[in-house]
């Protein structure tokens, strides 16, 4: 791969909105995924495989619970730096930025959230140092964009529970220490249980051929009559507002990590423009290619805007479900259409992994379908400004 020449675009000086600390944050990060990230990437991503060495950084970087507090372990950061974070890894590969946000948003998270006291003494620190790595289990074999639906199951049996069930396309299962499973009880109400690896009659089998997102390792969770300890049940929240709860810090983490692919893909887009000779001139001269980048560089910029925006709802904790599935939702598919123009204008050289784009758009592609697809987010948008649900 080329070196990583990366200058941010920041055509509306949005960063005379960001704090001292914001864009401390923002820099340590850019400079490490320049460092530590770009040299590697296309490597693992053609072998399909996770760089396991780059956990240590992410958790240096405050990747691992940016929003968790200091006491464990967490950054203790607020909500615009952590979409920060996602930007600038996603700005390096989507995949490494979903290993980051299952690892904060979707297990740190439910145990700081819903877990009591020793749960989180136990699990968040090291989680947050890396020392393990967690999954989240809500997607089934027959249900996704359903998961109310879901089928896998716990029953008491006194001193302990027992899991049975299986949940399919879960990030980081394959390397996961332990598992955040959403199950039903014996009355179909949902509950969030930690599940360890090691438990007997718990696997992790590794989901292969994927065409996208190839350096985030992807995988099922079997559960054959695992035996769950009683203390590792979630005890705060139950219902499928628990799980959906942590959708809506990971999707916002994805709205500001699109940004970044958004922004990877025109950077390079607009360089090889000016660089690339036909007919004579730069074809950065030709309109065609002009409509290309001015177009690109308008709706980052207005995702810039909306998500930003969106950050200082969050720091206020004004945000709804439905404004972070309209960020979610507009900024992974401006990103893939960032990732389309930009392949095109760099003609055959477009799809060779010398380049990020095509590693781009193919990780796009499941981005833009997992934590809700871009159809159910348009539905959300739709029952929030008709009131009336599209999914009944
Ligand atoms: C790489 C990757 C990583 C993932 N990581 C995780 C993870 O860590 N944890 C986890 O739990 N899950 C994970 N997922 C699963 C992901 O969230 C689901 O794939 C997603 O929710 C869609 O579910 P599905 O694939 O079953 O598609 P389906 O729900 O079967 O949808 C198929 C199509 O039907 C459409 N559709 C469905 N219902 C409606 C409706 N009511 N109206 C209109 N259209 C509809 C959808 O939009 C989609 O286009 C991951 C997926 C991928 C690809």
Redesign the pocket.
């Known amino acids: 791969m080329r070196p990583d020449l990366f200058s941010a675009p920041d055509y509306y000086n949005l960063d005379e909105l960001l704090t001292d600390e914001h864009k401390l944050v923002r820099e340590a990060a850019r400079k490490w995924v320049k460092r530590e990230v770009s040299p590697i990437i296309e490597t693992y991503a053609q072998k399909s495989k996770f760089p396991k060495q780059l956990i240590k950084g992410l958790s240096e970087i405050g990747a691992f619970g940016p929003y968790i507090p200091l006491e464990y372990g967490g950054a203790g950061l607020d909500q615009i730096s952590y979409g920060l974070l996602m930007q600038e890894i996603e700005r390096g590969d989507s995949g490494i930025r979903?290993t980051a946000s299952?690892q904060s948003s979707?297990v740190m998270y439910p145990i700081w959230k819903y877990g009591n006291q020793e749960q989180r003494e136990k699990y968040l620190p090291k989680l947050a140092s890396g020392e393990w790595i967690g999954?989240?289990?809500?997607?089934e074999p027959d249900?996704?964009?359903?998961p109310s639906g879901m089928v896998t199951n716990f029953k008491d049996q006194g001193d302990h529970y027992l899991l049975n069930g299986a949940?399919m396309?879960?990030?980081?299962a394959p390397i996961a220490q332990i598992a955040i499973v959403w199950a039903k009880d014996e009355n179909d109400r949902v509950h969030g249980l930690i599940v360890e690896r090691g438990m007997a009659g718990f696997s992790t089998p590794k989901t292969k051929n994927?065409w996208?997102?190839r350096t985030?390792s992807?995988g099922e969770l079997i559960f054959d009559n695992v035996k769950i300890p009683k203390t590792n049940i979630l005890p705060n929240k139950s219902g499928l507002g628990a799980p959906l709860g942590c959708l809506d810090s990971a999707r916002y983490g994805i709205a500001w990590g699109a940004i970044g692919a958004a922004m990877d893909c025109y950077d390079t887009a607009l360089r090889y423009s000016q660089e690339r000779m036909q007919f004579g001139k730069p074809i950065g001269q030709f309109q065609l290619q002009q409509k290309k980048l001015a177009e690109m560089i308008t709706e980052i910029t207005k995702a810039q805007l909306l998500t930003w925006r969106l950050g200082v709802l969050k720091n206020e904790e004004k945000a709804t479900s439905a404004q972070i599935s309209m960020a979610k939702r507009n900024n992974v598919e401006m990103a893939i259409n960032c990732a389309r123009e930009a392949r095109q204008i760099l003609g055959g050289m477009g799809i060779s992994g010398e380049y990020s784009i095509m590693r781009h758009a193919m990780n796009l592609e499941?981005v833009i379908?997992?934590?809700?697809?871009?159809?159910?987010h348009l539905?959300i948008t739709g029952l929030d400004i008709t009131g009336l649900n599209?999914?009944k």
């Open positions: 979903s299952v979707l999954c989240f289990g809500l997607t249900h996704g964009s359903n949940k396309w879960i990030s980081n994927k996208s997102l985030s992807t499941s379908t997992y934590e809700g697809t871009h159809d159910i539905l599209a999914f």
